[in-house]
């Protein structure tokens, strides 16, 4: 990739901060909190994104950028108030300017309908004079098939234009002592003004005073120019335009002699043969104004050529930037959190033979082992913390679909967010994206109520989804929670029971009926609308979270509300899980699956058909898949009494009973590939090692349950899941 | 020995372009993302030769980065030029107020950029 494409995609990236900034900045004007940081950070990000759009010619994005950023300064500089129909206007051009933004990175133009509009809304707030209208978009808005085209006027700067006649210009020049202050150089100006044409100079030093009234940082020569040239006084002006008013300048064109005509037509002529030297040829000049001067400088364009010097060696010097961040591929975290993982087992099993050793518990070697316990935990924590990333990114993103969604479906709704600040793994939060998307569609599409319905029931009519996250006990939990009428109740299940989800005479808990919207098959809306349906259930978020390893919930109350809380874990990297045996094999099942525990009773295990079993727990009945047997360690069924059972509740809510032998423990484990470092085996999710150094696969409990499926499904169907 | 410009600016992009027009010119470039890094630049890295910097930014912004350069002896005769994105001339008075020597307007080019530096580069 070239450097150009680099920076391009340095700018979106950047494009992506500067949209984040630009709406939390807007979010927390709309709440009234609009001091000036808040403003100055708001202008600032559209003022980059205009910037660097510019560097790249995507004219639609300087042009939206540039009536935006305009209303912004007006807020900033107090001609406009962040009223709330103001911001209203600002939030949308913010979403118009990500889809710009978004467009341009596709290498697209977005549809004018799209933009347009909102671009005048903003132009009647801003109220941007008819002048500025033309620079910045009239012209262009007035004949949408105009394209602008680079003109490129370089030549015109080129020497001796054969076209145009040298002329002799005087120059009287005074530097005031604010040129000096601001770093400005006569002799640099003269510099630039030899660049020009030939020229002499007198300097005027009778100002200067004598060595003990010197000031140093005083202005005391004045200079006069004769410049021989054949630009224009336009341009000799330009060279002054730094400093400008910081001077006393005065350019006076003096008619040519005739014979400067010839004798540049001369040295043209001798240059385009190839000839050595102008200065052969070089005229007689005219005596400058003031001989007298004490000082005189001849110089002379071919003088002046100092380029930097040679740009192999510049670009091996250069300096990387310094700040407060770096980025790092992600493979190099990977590798490090896995040597990480590496130590964490290491250090297990030393501690394991250490204690196996029989060393005395307050022995210096235990002592310092549990430094070493301690030191490598908090590498661990360290090292994933690198991974961690804050929610905020993710919370941003749903106050845009809270406002569409609202604007939709014609209801009224704010976003409130909470615990922005909390931090998950990258992955975890990319991956959450769309789960959440569709439970704020589904909080305001279902959750909430029309403002006419909302004011009949005495609530506000601008509705809330609450969006928060906590750190609680090692994992995070994300609640997305609506202030509107809650889950019908009655509906959820009228439409199970007609889905064939359970049976019409099931008894269900306000709970129960509550989970069913999680079933595959489970919609509510008879036609799939764009803004809930998107032809995707709950049961697909359920997936998502699971897939994670994570758990959803919802708590309902009608009339209320409802809320679903999700609970993540902070990292991809290692599982909670309870180790268990059987067969002398010892394996792990994610602790995120488990309901609960229990040794069955006699009469609670029934025999169905030749090898299939299920256990009676609580009224129901659940398939007992044996571990052990299914997994092909042992071919006779273990003793159901004297094993115990572990109750596990996969995809689609089916609860199903694992039969182990004994469960030895509960811990964080390393997850290792097993497809990377062996390949695919059936029903194993990955693999740990345990602390004595041997290798455990953790259970894929999915695909364990689905295969055993295939023996006791007709056990299953007989038998209505209550849950 | 290449001259060094510090570029001052808060847009990653707009230093990745500085930085590739100068180090395409011969120039060495040193890098800062606001005024106050910028300050700190200056009393830790090598003194620049040129300074270019960006007028909005957050912590210390443009104008009051060149104020304070103008204050110290040290670094009042480095050359600042300003990056302004229209040829505003409120922005280009009041930075000349604070102390700028020249300045350039955005979206630049590199022929631009270079021209300008040569021009206050002693």
Known sequence: MDTMATIKQTFFQECEEQLAELESGLLAMNEGFADPETVNAVFRAVHSIKGGAGAFRLDDLVRFAHIFETVLDQIRIGHLAPAPEI?????????????????????????????????EECRALSDIPESERGDAAGGIAAAPDFQPVRANFDDIDAPAAPDRAQRIFTIHFKPKRELYGNANESVLLLRELARLGRMTVACDATALPLLGELDADGAYFAWTIELATTRDEAEIREVFEFVEGDCELSIDCVAAPPQQDVAALIRRVQAEMGAPSASAASPSHQAPANAGAPLRLVASAEASQDRPAAKADAAKDEIAPSSATIRVAFDRVDRL??????????????????VEAGFASGSAVIVGLDELQQLTREIQESVMAIRAQPVKSLFQRMSRIVREV????????????????????????????????HLIRNAIGHGL????????????????VRLSATHRSGRVIIEVSDDGGGIDRARVREVAIRRGLIAEEAQLTDSEIDNLIFLPGFSTVATLSN????????????????????????????????????SLPLTLAVLDGMVVSTSGQTLVVPLTAIVETLRPRSGDVHALGMDAQVLAIRGSFV??????????????????????????????RARNALLVDAIQDQRQVVIKSLEANYRHVPDIAAATILGDGRVALILDVDALVARSRGIVAQADLQFAEAG | MSKVILTVDDSRTMRDMLNLALVEAGYR???????????????????????????????LDGFGFIEAVRRDARFRAIPILVLTTESDGEKKNRARQAGATGWIVKPFDSVKLVDAIRRVAA
């Open chain 1, 623 to 652: 398939p007992l898949i044996d571990v052990g047997q299914a997994l092909g360690f042992r071919s006779a069924p273990a003793d159901p009494l004297t094993s115990v059972v572990i109750l596990i509740e996969t995809e689609g």
């Open chain 1, 337 to 354: 959190i896995n040597l990480v993982g590496e130590l964490v087992i290491n250090q297990a099993m030393l501690s394991q033979r250490i």
């Open chain 1, 87 to 119: 911001m209203k206007i600002s939030l949308r051009a913010a979403d118009v300017l990500a889809d710009l933004v978004a467009a341009a990175r596709d290498g697209e133009r977005l549809d004018e309908a799209k933009w347009l509009p909102v671009l």
């Open chain 1, 531 to 566: 803004i809930s349906g998107r032809g995707v259930g709950m049961d697909v978020v359920k997936r998502s979270i699971l897939a994670l390893g994570g758990r959803i919930a919802i708590v309902s109350e009608p009339g209320k509300g409802s809320t679903f809380t999700m």
């Open chain 2, 29 to 59: 470039v040193t890098q800062a993302v606001d005024g106050l890094h910028g300050l700190e630049m200056l009393r830790g890295e090598e003194t620049p030769h040129v300074i270019v910097t960006d007028l909005n930014m957050p912590k």
């Open chain 1, 406 to 437: 609202a604007d939709a479906t014609g209801k009224s709704a704010r976003l409130k967010t909470e615990g922005e600040a909390a931090e998950i793994d990258k992955t975890v939060v990319e991956r959450l994206a769309d789960p959440l998307t």
């Open chain 1, 449 to 464: 109520e029309t403002p006419q319905q909302r004011a009949a029931r005495g609530k506000p009519p601008e509705g809330t």
